[in-house]
Every structure is written in structure tokens, then in C-alpha cells.
């Protein structure tokens, strides 16, 4: 069994916490067979995956909704949950008891960022999601309440494929001059734009579309590797 894990540290100069760099494959179908193909092709080379929930009210998609059976997966793999949906809070609890342990809410659409964090953090991580164009301020919670911020890096969230757009990294950059939390970016992500992300001050590393347009998922894994390490 082929299993490529990275875990590269760095250690900001004037501070004592400790960002771990990770990519980790993201998924985003609307049936539960291409989901569990995929969740088996990346058990095999890294113990994380990113699902991507749309409800079809956020944008003019929808994936698919139904927790229970990623719960076989929950005790292999770190399960974070990117909830493109109206109302995120609604749906941590549901989720949570399917083993998911990370959960992304996008802060443009939810009644109360506070009680989205209170909510989340009794099941595990906590982090607020930004669509393309919204800007940094648009956190009302103190960053020291987050586990992580999610910038998404192409134009709008909802599909897989768009590019990356390069001036969305300058929210990385904003972000890392404000707080140590992890900045993780989705959206875009190749073994090209990895890079400029990484030298932005992103920490972590979402990949879909590059991952699985090959069908040897686990070399374009790799090569993510390679391009940071």
C-alpha cells in the first residue's frame, strides 16, 4: 500500500505555535459511489480528505447531502467538512456524528459566525470559509477562537475545475501578518499554484480537480509534495 503523508513544521520567529504544512484531496460529486471510489483510491496514500457539501440555495449546484455513509471512513481518515450551504450551524451535528472532525462555514452566509463556532468546537475543529470576493472583514470572531481560515483561491465556491486567481492570495498574505491560526487554501490548487500559495503564508493545502484528473491520483499527490517540500 502506497501511503504519501506530509508533515513538514515551521516555527514563526516570533511565536511559539507550530503551523504543520498538509495537502489534503478534496471531493465534490453528487453520488455516494463516486465519493466512496474516491475515498478508497485516497486511503491508500494519505489519512485526510476534504468533502465539499453544497445544498443547491448557496450557488446553483448541489452535492451530495447525506452524512451516514462516510461514518465507515471516520475511524481511517481525518474527515473536514467545506459547507458551502445556507446555514451551516444547522448541519455540524448531523455531520459530526458521522466522524467528521473539521468544519469549514462559509462566513457570508450564516445567521451568527459566534454561534457557528460555539456549535462546531463541541465536535472538534472550527474554521470560517471565504468565498472568492469576500473580503477578510467580513470575520466578526477573534481569530484566537478559530482553528483555521479557508480562502477560497478561484472566482466564486461550488465547482471543481475554476483556476486559481493570483490576487486572492493576497487575503493569505493579509491573514498571516494578522494571526498564526492555519490558512488553508482551496481553489485552483496544482503542483504550480501550490507554490505560490505556500509563499504566501497558506499552510494547507486543498487539491480536486489536479488530483483526480489522473488516474494515478496517488503520483499527483507527489508531485503536490514535491512542489513544497
Known sequence: MLRIIIRINWQYSNSHEIRM??????????????????????????????IDIIDGKFVNN??????????????????????????PVEFVEQWAAAGFKRFLGHAEHMTSQKEFVEEAKKYGEVGLALDGPTHISQI?????????ILVYTSNRVGFSGPSMMDDRLDKVRHLKRLTNISIEVDGGINDRTIVRAKDAGANRFVSTSFIWQSQTCAEQYKKLIEAIS
Open 62 to 87: 448541489k452535492s451530495f447531502l447525506d452524512p451516514e455513509p462516510f461514518r465507515k471512513y471516520a475511524a481511517e481518515l481525518f474527515l473536514e467538512l467545506h459547507m458551502m450551504v445556507v446555514g
Open 21 to 50: 504544512m498538509q495537502i489534503i484531496p478534496g471531493i465534490l460529486e453528487k453520488d455516494w459511489n463516486t465519493i466512496e471510489t474516491k475515498l478508497e483510491q485516497i486511503r491508500t496514500f494519505t489519512n485526510a480528505a476534504h
Open 140 to 148: 466578526r470572531v477573534p481569530f484566537e477562537q478559530l482553528d483555521s
